[in-house]
């Protein structure tokens, strides 16, 4: 679908900081008189200056407001997704119907915060006509007048404004007051990305990340508590294409076990069970891994049924969503016995701890960091998501025992827990793990960046080169647990 998309006001904070510019340009530059009527836009009446200091305003801020313009990240989030989808995005302004030529900035600021597009139309008078001629699907904007227009030309409009939704105290203390912000809202209006997000995809018939590739979920269970939530937060989404459970080696040297293979029985048993209790439809698509680590001399001598299913799934399938929240080392496993499911996989990874120009080594990592490397070398669209940015990620006993009445699923949950707590000997953990799966059905919050590796025999280093990965960012952290428990509630009983 072809898919446009307003500038100012819509993707990015426009009216803010132009009043705010206004403001000191007035007392530096032009009269010092002040507001002279805030109801009006700041080029027509907001303020005492003459067309000369007009013109003059908006040739500053060419050079020095756009480059300062911030989206919101979900709006740049959900171009990425459209753009994954096969849609095209097309940006269409009025910037430069003043006579001022804005492109060069305008493109210069969409570079630089890699916002995705196929077309940026500028200067455009009658983006209804525009839109029109070059078959716009669906179109996006603040302006409830253009939404209108589009709607009566048969253009599928949703109105998002920047503005709209601020509170009342920010509206008055920043003057926002672009008398399109003025002119109503549409029927049609999204308070979030999120919800523009749905909206297209219902008008597109497309499903969500969650729902749309083959997953394969390889876990080292027994490890740590947050892997039983993030399993069970995964079987909650009923149409997600699970393909299989594959267990993963771990050492857990902190508690003195050194008996991999029992480690890796444990995990398995400890899957069937949570998989019995609320997905018993998928107890055979659950693999024991490897219990050997090519680091310490060689492979195990017969290869896992999680490697050879891996493998399997990746030649019965286009595309496979990866989600590898232990240790690397099946997938890395079955790579070196398969190098060409590489390009079949979509890698998602919780994955150390981000440093200075660096992902420093953590227990997933250091466990088996040649499968690590191997991995981070072979696949090339990998997504990691570094423990340091979801520190606030943590739940103690009081947080889950409201939720375990009437539920034997959070139950069990909570007893883990609270096993887990006294063998550590505190009163709270991390459930980092959970926010692959949440990710994945909800991508709009978080940021992403895409950054070059180069791995050495200890880390990751942030380097330009052409090995590629993205690191995944700053969600609502409290909104992950909220949905988490939400979600759980379905398995009352």
């Known amino acids: ?123 455009e ?154 997905r018993p439809d998928l107890v055979d698509k659950v693999y024991k891994g490897d219990t050997m680590i090519k680091a310490f001399g060689s492979w195990d001598k017969d290869v896992s049924d999680a490697v050879k299913n891996i493998i399997r799934i990746c030649h019965e399938n286009e595309k496979v969503i990866f989600i590898g929240i232990g240790a690397m080392t099946n997938l890395g496993h079955a790579l070196e016995i398969d190098p060409s499911i590489a390009d079949k996989i979509k890698l998602y990874t919780l994955m150390g701890f981000t440093g200075i120009n660096k992902l420093l080594p953590e227990t997933n990592m250091t466990g088996d960091f040649y499968s690590t490397k191997l991995v981070f070398e072979k696949i090339k669209d990998k997504t990691t998501f570094s423990a340091t940015n979801f520190s606030n990620l943590s739940l103690t006993l009081e947080d889950i025992k409201p939720y375990t009445k009437n539920n034997k699923l959070v139950k069990l949950l909570y007893d883990d827990t609270k096993k887990i707590l006294k063998l550590f000997n505190c009163k709270h953990k991390s459930f980092f793990d959970v926010i692959v799966p949440y990710y994945l059905a909800n991508p709009l919050p978080f940021i992403e960046e895409e950054t070059g590796i180069k791995i050495n025999s200890t880390c990751i280093l942030f380097k330009n080169t052409k090995n590629k990965m993205t690191i995944v960012s700053n969600p609502n952290q409290d909104q992950v647990l909220k949905d988490l428990f939400k979600r759980l509630q379905k398995y009352e009983g």
């Open 1 to 123: 679908m072809n898919i446009a998309f307003d500038i100012d006001d819509t993707i990015a904070n426009y009216a803010k900081l132009k009043v705010l510019y206004a403001q000191a340009y007035d007392r530096i530059k032009a009269s010092n008189k002040g507001l002279l009527d805030i109801n009006k836009w700041v080029t027509h009446g907001m303020f005492d200056w003459t067309e000369e200091e007009k013109k003059d305003y908006e040739y500053q801020t060419v050079g020095t407001l756009y480059p300062y313009l911030k989206p919101e990240y979900g709006g740049l989030q959900l171009m990425k997704l459209l753009k994954q989808d096969g849609h095209k995005i097309f940006l269409i302004t009025r910037r430069g119907v003043d006579g001022l030529s804005k492109k060069k900035s305008t493109v210069t600021w969409l570079k630089e915060l890699n916002v995705p597009y196929d077309k940026l139309v500028m200067n």
């Open 125 to 278: 008078l009658d983006k209804i006509e525009y839109m029109k001629k070059h078959n716009i699907d669906i179109y996006v904007d603040d302006s409830f007048s253009k939404c209108i227009e589009a709607e009566k030309a048969g253009i599928f409009a949703i109105q998002k404004s920047l503005f709209l939704h601020l509170d009342r105290e920010e509206i008055e203390t920043t003057i926002t007051k672009n008398p399109s912000h003025q002119e109503g809202v549409f029927h049609n209006n999204c308070r979030t990305w999120d919800e523009v997000y749905a909206q297209i995809q219902n008008k597109a018939n497309a499903k969500p990340m969650i729902e749309r590739y083959p997953i394969i979920f390889d876990t080292d269970m027994t490890n740590e508590i947050d892997d039983e939530f993030a399993l069970a937060y995964l079987y909650s989404f009923e149409n997600a294409k699970i393909e299989a459970v594959t267990i993963e080696q771990h050492f857990s040297l902190n508690r003195g076990q050194y008996d991999v293979a029992k480690n890796v029985e444990n995990s398995y048993q400890k899957t069937l069970e949570i998989t019995k209790l609320i």
